[in-house]
C-alpha cells in the first residue's frame, strides 16, 4: 500500500499530479462537483464520477488525484461527524475551526519519518 499525503491548501502546488488526502468544509455540492475549503481557507473544486452525499456546511476527507492547484478528481469522500468542528476552537469564524487540523498537517509534513501512515484506496 502506498502512503498519502494529508494537505492543505498552500501544500497543492507541490503535490501536483499525486494522490493525496484533504479535509475541508463543504460549501456546496451538485452530486459529481463538490467546493471544499480546506483547512487553511484555500477553495479547491473537486469532481467525482458518482454523486458524493454530502450537504453544504459538513465537513469531509477526500481521498483524490491531484489535477491542479485548485482542482482534486475524487476517488473517495468520507463525511466526518457533526460535532466534527465542536473539537476544533467551536468559538471562531468557520475558516478557523479546522486550524487545529492545519498545524496538525503542518507539525506532521515537517516530520515525515514519525508520522507516515499507509492508507489504502
Do not use: W
Amino acid at each position: 500500500m502506498e502512503s498519502k499525503a494529508r494537505v492543505f491548501g498552500s501544500m497543492l502546488p507541490s503535490v501536483v499530479g499525486q494522490e493525496v488526502v484533504a479535509v475541508g468544509l463543504v460549501t456546496s455540492n451538485e452530486g459529481g462537483q463538490m467546493k471544499l475549503q480546506l483547512s487553511d481557507g484555500m477553495n479547491i473544486n473537486v469532481t467525482f464520477t458518482e454523486m458524493v452525499d454530502a450537504m453544504a456546511g459538513s465537513h469531509v476527507e477526500v481521498l483524490g488525484r491531484l489535477s491542479d492547484t485548485r482542482t482534486l478528481s475524487g476517488l473517495s469522500c468520507i463525511q466526518l461527524s457533526d460535532d466534527f468542528d465542536t473539537y476544533l476552537n467551536i468559538d471562531k469564524p468557520i475558516c478557523n475551526k479546522l486550524q487545529m487540523y492545519n498545524d496538525a498537517i503542518t507539525v506532521a509534513s515537517r516530520y515525515k519519518t514519525y508520522f507516515t501512515q499507509t492508507i489504502s484506496a
